[in-house]
């Protein structure tokens, strides 16, 4: 079964910053996708970045882009520029190629300080 | 009403009562799923219905009955619950196909059982 680990329960940043936030895997497939999701406080998950594992060039959205690493099994999101918004859950999610599960890991609560 | 809806917002129920979560989707998508989310553990996928018909039950315990009369709404009717109930539960949409696609998350239902 495949399982997603996020090591970091906390992480904080200072405003205009740049943060890394940790994400590995277990699968034994060779085909998939891995998410980040945003949840923030009292508001509802939406999703920051994706990745599909075929494509080895790394996702970038704005300010977010992802360290993909295949074979170590890392999925990591940097976060540059950190502004207040950014304060929230962020979820390491893995989705099988086949099959609608998506796979969750706990969490890593930022903060942002001005 | 945009995006993905859920209500009531909030609910305390007792072991006995029966209750129902309301989900509905106004993105034109044909799979929606239910997750719990507690505190400290990961996001637990429940239920997954495409074009209205059940494709995963992840194991959960028949005192929760989900039903999706369309593909624009998902119920989740409650029953003789425990107090390990008590968790955010979380709708989301996404159209079916491709793993790829984006699940869009509700707001949530706080539940709390007493």
Redesign the interface.
Known sequence: AQT?TQSQPEMSVQEAETVTLSCTYDTSESD??L?W?KQPP??????VI?Q?AYKQQNATENRFSVNFQKAAKSFSLKISDSQLGDAAMY?CAY?????????????TRLQVFP | ETGVTQTPRHLVMGMTNKKSLKCEQHLGHNAMYWYKQSAKKPLELMFVYNFKEQTENNSVPSRFSPECPNSSHLFLHLHTLQPEDSALYLCASSLAGPSYNEQFFGPGTRLTVL
Request: aromatic content about 22%.
């Open positions: 997603v998939y996708y998410f999701y009292s508001r509802q998950m939406i999703l994706r599909e979820f989705r099988s190629a086949v099959g609608d599960k998506l796979i969750f890991g706990t969490g």
